[in-house]
């Protein structure tokens, strides 16, 4: 079972950020789950929220938490998504994250040539290459 953290997102953009990572980390074979506003607003609110993400942490999820108030229960790398990031950069930001934290293992990421591409314009949109 893999280590579980629960990241918790503010600022910007919260919830395609959280959709965007939460589809990265699937794609990446990670166990990820994520609790939104519908989410937390169906467990009884943003309290049982916080318990609900320290109970999925313990069990080796990695938890996307993005829903307003009570701050998530046990282990939590707290991310604040600023304006200017879009949602896919902010997704990509918080995953370089993680694995400094040593919860994912990027270096042995394969990238398919699709994905490559994309990586490619999306590095080009940001006039990072050209």
């Not at 965007?20 to 166990?31: D, I, K, V």
């Not at 707290?78 to 930001?93: G, L, R, S, Y």
């Amino acid at each position: 079972m893999g280590k579980g953290v629960t990241v918790w997102l503010t600022g910007a953009h919260v919830s395609e950020t959280a959709h965007a990572l939460l589809l990265r980390l699937r794609e990446l074979g990670s166990n990820a789950e994520c609790i939104d506003e519908s989410h937390a607003a169906r467990l009884g609110g943003a309290t049982a929220a916080a318990h609900a993400c320290h109970e999925l942490c313990s069990q080796g999820v990695i938890v996307v938490a993005a829903y307003g108030g009570a701050r998530p229960e046990g282990e939590c790398l707290e991310v604040e998504i600023p304006a200017h990031d879009t949602p896919d950069f902010a997704a990509e930001k918080v995953l370089d994250e993680l694995a400094e934290a040593g919860v994912l293992d990027l270096k042995h990421t394969d990238y398919s040539p699709e994905e490559e591409e994309r990586i490619k314009h999306r590095l080009a949109d940001l006039g990072y290459i050209e």
